[in-house]
Structures are given as C-alpha cells and as structure tokens.
C-alpha cells in the first residue's frame, strides 16, 4: 500500500524559509517522476513543481521559480521541497503525490504552511 507523509510546515514570516519532507512507502521511490502540489485557503489545489525519477529534470510554476528548490534523496524515500522567501501568497496545505496513473489518486495529510507577520 503506496503511503506519502509529508511534513516540515509551520507558520513563517514573509522573507523565512521552511524545508519540506515527503515520506514515500510501499513503492519503488526511485522508479517513479514526484511531483508537490499546494491547496490555498478556498482555492484548488495546485501544482508547484515536479521532479524526475532521478532527480535530473524539474519543472516548477512560475510563481514559485527562483524561490523553491526540489530534491529527493532516494535512498531514503523522500522527497523535498526547499521554499526561501515566502510570501502570503504561498499560505496553503502542501502535498506531495507520485506522478503515475497508478498512484496519483494517492494523497497524504499534507502539511499546513502559513506565511504570516
């Protein structure tokens, strides 16, 4: 059974830093391209940025180009997501998700991030 636990939010000032992890089990984590996704307050959840199997190719929404970085280490199942300057606007539930037909419906908790003063 595919499990993704993701974690690392908190509330943050604009301008602070916050590193996210996402614990990947019951699959080959290295076979599969991971992708974050973020749920805004009333809003849809969106995609932020996605990753290859290896690690070699990202692919990020421009608003948040420049500001996240995306890694895995997988040798340790986990994805991350390293975001430097935050802002209000990226105030959401943060999820990661596997980018395969067979495990997309696959969802964590995901883990609330507030960029507040």
């Known amino acids: 059974q595919v499990q993704l636990v993701e974690s690392g939010g908190g509330l943050v000032q604009p301008g602070g830093s916050l590193k996210l992890s996402c614990a990947a089990s019951?699959?080959?984590?290295?076979?599969?391209?991971m992708r974050w996704f973020r749920q805004p307050p009333g809003k849809e959840r969106e995609l932020v940025v996605g990753i290859s199997s290896r690690g070699l190719g990202t692919n990020y929404a421009d608003s948040v180009k420049g500001r996240f970085t995306v890694s895995r280490d997988n040798a340790k199942n986990t994805l991350y997501l390293q975001m430097n300057s935050l802002k209000p606007d990226d105030t959401a539930v943060y999820y990661c998700?596997?980018?395969?037909?067979?495990?997309?419906?696959?969802w964590g908790q995901g883990t609330q991030v507030t960029v507040s003063s």
């Open positions: 019951g699959i080959t984590f290295s076979m599969y391209a």
């Open positions: 998700n596997v980018d395969s037909w067979q495990y997309r419906h696959v």
